[in-house]
T-cell receptor, first 115, second 116 residues
Framework: DAGVIQSPRHEVTEMGQEVTLRCKPI?????LFWYRQTMMRGLELLIY????????DSGMPEDRFSAKMPNASFSTLKIQPSEPRDSAVYFC?????????????FGPGTRLTVL | AQSVAQPEDQVNVAEGNPLTVKCTYS??????LFWYVQYPNRGLQFLLK??????LVKGSYGFEAEFNKSQTSFHLKKPSALVSDSALYFC??????????????FGTGTQLKVEL
């Protein structure tokens, strides 16, 4: 398996622009997670899906952020409008289930820079 | 709430020497603990996890971790460090969410630097 795939790997945009990050989970995994990593706040869970349905979005910072999962093999995280404080590395992860024993597998991340 | 603490921001060790990256946990109930490694410009890679059973858990790349219930610790170890082990290491714990479900809660990370 190719693992979790994310695109783009790097994104540089200007404040106010819309940004869309993409993720393809590992085939057969029912859960998909979006994380954000910054120096100040470390790794934060933004939202997760089960069978394409958003389950917990309490980590989404504000209404400028939205996430969708139209099918089992694709998810997007959108920021509109983007702001410089959104600059971070965004990771997607997937797991078979949500049992305490289940392992999450991470993608390589998208490094977002908002100027 | 469940949490993990990584008391050291950075650990330096000479190649060939044993290494230890520390992690302590705070949980109510049974702990489910994980170690991940992040190489520069890469995503997090799973190393190992403690679920139940043996206190010494063996993982990828020669790493192992020792679960100590009395000290509430889950330290990551390797008998002989390699320069290629230099990376950022994260400890994580399963945290139960109100309303059901659970999530991984990560520590702040420890930068390991292995020098020749």
């Amino acid at each position: 398996d190719a693992g979790v795939i994310q695109s783009p790997r790097h994104e540089v945009t200007e404040m106010g622009q819309e940004v869309t990050l993409r993720c393809k989970p590992i085939s057969g995994h029912d859960y998909l997670f979006w994380y954000r990593q910054t120096m100040m706040r470390g790794l934060e869970l933004l939202i997760y899906f089960n069978n394409n349905v958003p389950i917990d979005d309490s980590g989404m910072p504000e209404d400028r952020f939205s996430a969708k999962m139209p099918n089992a093999s694709f998810s997007t995280l959108k920021i509109q409008p983007s702001e410089p404080r959104d600059s971070a590395v965004y990771f997607c992860a997937s797991s078979l289930g949500l049992a305490f024993t289940d392992t999450q597998y991470f993608g390589p991340g998208t490094r977002l820079t908002v100027l | 709430a469940q949490s993990v603490a990584q008391p050291e921001d950075q650990v330096n060790v000479a190649e060939g020497n044993p290494l230890t990256v520390k992690c302590t946990y705070s949980v109510s109930g049974n702990p489910y603990l994980f170690w991940y490694v992040q190489y520069p410009n890469r995503g997090l890679q799973f190393l190992l996890k403690y679920i139940t059973g043996d206190n010494l858990v063996k993982g990828s790349y020669g790493f192992e971790a020792e679960f100590n219930k009395s000290q509430t610790s889950f330290h990551l170890k390797k008998p002989s460090a390699l320069v290629s082990d230099s990376a950022l290491y994260f400890c994580a714990v399963r945290e139960v969410l109100t309303g059901g479900g659970n999530k991984l809660t990560f520590g702040t990370g420890t930068q390991l630097k292995v020098e020749l």
